[in-house]
């Protein structure tokens, strides 16, 4: 199974990204997808997960500004992320099921 996550980049204090994640797999409509991050010198977290009949939790540190979505038709899970922090610089990652992982893509908040 490959995931493909992009949008990753810099943007100022404030800003707006949004991240994708897409795969191939025939399951990706029938299973739970998540977004992790890494931050430098920190453990991995958990950010955002949307299951598959679309129920969606957030980290608090995150609630209010990103959101998650999921298009099946497409095979693409979204991490719409807005009122970017300097404390959101992080790899992201996707994951699958809590089973497969994505490459990452880095968030970079600064002025």
Known sequence: VQ????GGGLVQPGGSLRLSCKT???IFSRIGMYWYR??????????AN???GGRTDYAD??????TISRDNRNK????QM????????????CNMGQRFWGQGTLV???S
């Open 3 to 6: 995931l493909q996550a992009y």
């Open 24 to 26: 191939s797999a025939a």
């Open 38 to 47: 890494r931050a430098p010198g920190r453990e991995r977290e958990l950010v």
């Open 50 to 52: 949307i299951s598959s």
């Open 61 to 66: 540190a995150v609630k209010g500004r990103f």
């Open 76 to 79: 693409t899970v979204y991490l």
């Open 82 to 93: 807005s009122g970017l922090k300097v404390e959101d610089t992080a790899v992201y990652y």
């Open 108 to 110: 970079t908040v600064s």
